[in-house]
């Protein structure tokens, strides 16, 4: 089976394997994990942050730096595209009981001019308070697309000078900065919290950091514990971080490159009406003759390639460290048999 429902899928490489198995750990609780203590500095450090915390998920990082910014009668700002919106199990309300207030930006990506028209009067009783701006980049449902950062800047004087925080959803940050280049230290720069997940493209088996300064980082302690995050002797795992942020950040153009290949192939196949252009690992395309993606993706199973419908006509495949050329030039051979 070619496997490419998501790059959450990776196993453990050997390297990685041997670095968490002789990684030194402690009750992580009570701060005394010195993995995990290397790990949030080598991050928060990265993107010169002051402060990280080590989490079990990223949906755990995002809705913790929900509830650090908001309260309830409070709004955040976001694409309707957004993992926080769609897939977090409606945890905006759960968690914080705070709004949501959704905009139609390009493949997921807003702008500063839309975020500007969208803040509510705070002197209005009827709405409720502007308060945090979520960004996500790469966009998963845009198809794994990138923010220009320009648009970024303008983003965050918005926030500024409307005393609004930004928040960015950076499950797939790395693979941002791989395709653009861009400094991570401008990220640290211009958000209040980032959330970088390692089990995805990096290749880890668990885990994600919430990024911050060390206010924020310490009311995120606070609820990581009540949400059920508080780990042990969890060094086991940030080894396996360490690791990948040492080894395999690089290679990630090699996944992007893959998935370019994937794309010009699906281009020329007939059962493809259009592909989304592809920045980065993620590639979305749409069935040609209104045929059901659910369907689609049977047959594909029954042909030895495993994506997941991505909409009702659309399917999406994410390249990952998992997937080699070998595998690309055999995944060509069974998508043009289909
Ligand atoms: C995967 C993902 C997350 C976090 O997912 P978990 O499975 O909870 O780690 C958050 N945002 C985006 C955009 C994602 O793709």
Redesign the pocket.
Known sequence: MIDLR?D?ITRPTSGMREAMIEAQVGDDVFGEDPTINALEKKAAAYFGMESAIFC???????QIAIRVHTAPHTEVICDEK???YL??GGGIAYNSFASVRLLQGDRGRITAEMVQDNINNPDDVHAPISTLVSL?N???KGGGCVYDFKEIEKISAVCKDKDLKLHL?G??LFNALVATEDNPKSYGQHFDTI?I?L??GLGCPVG?LLLGNKEDIKRARRVRKVLGGGMRQAGFLAAAGIYALDHHIDRLVEDHNRAKSVAEELEGLSFVESVLPVETNIVIFKLADNALSVNFVEKLKQNGILAVPFGKHDVRFVTHLDFDDDMLQDLIVKLKAI
């Open positions: 998501s959450t079990p998920s990223g949906t755990m990082t995002n957004s993992h926080i897939y977090e996500e790469t966009m998963n959803d499950a797939r959330s997940c089990s995805k994600s």
